[in-house]
């Protein structure tokens, strides 16, 4: 709860650009600039794991870099709120899922080079999920997010922004999948073994800074038969 608290009080401020208050570090920057060097866009995915706003500060520090989030409707509704209050000009780009021209804007988006952004560590009920092993259990991760990049073909790379203490962050770029060259047989396999991959980054991450993951609810409760 206190590391919650905290990365919410930090968004605040890197609402604000005060990015010259924190100490953060940044690793692998170069796997998400060289997948879009070709001028493609790509997917960042990641989990409420440690501080979003602290990757999308990271982001901001490239002038010419756009991004955009992809949310489901209600949460699009409550970020836009939320970002209108603090800094109106930090209003972003959010593509809200669950509308009929959702993939469409996301395959427009990523033909403009743009940085998709997505969490994909939470179900919300009726998504179809995959069961993978995870911190000793089985998991149930959605595979929406990975189908819509594999349809879209697309690189993918796990993005995740760790609270360390203080004014203290550390920022890490994984390479998670590319369907930029998978042929449609076996797609099916590839969205597999990319959430099996994010699954793995997702559990080491959470054993490096385990207050870090802030899922508030009960993760292995047995999912309804899909």
Known sequence: IFTFASTMHDRVYLLNDRRELFDIRVNNEHLMLDAIAPGRGAFLIGAHLGSFE??????????????????????????????????????????????????????DRLKEGVVLSMLADRSLGGDATLATAFLGGQGAFPIGPFRMAALLGCPVIFMVGLYLGGNRYAVYYEPLADFSQTPKAERDSAIRDAIGRYAALLETYCRQAPYNWLNFFDFWRPQPSQ
């Not at 490239?62 to 109106?88: C, D, Q, S």
């Open 54 to 107: 602290v990757v999308r500060a990271v982001g901001r520090a490239h002038p010419g870099l756009r991004t955009a989030m992809v949310m489901f409707e209600e949460n699009a509704r409550k970020i836009n709120t939320m970002l209108a209050a603090v800094n109106p000009a930090m209003r972003q780009d959010i593509i809200a899922l669950g509308r009929l021209d959702a993939m469409l804007k996301v395959h």
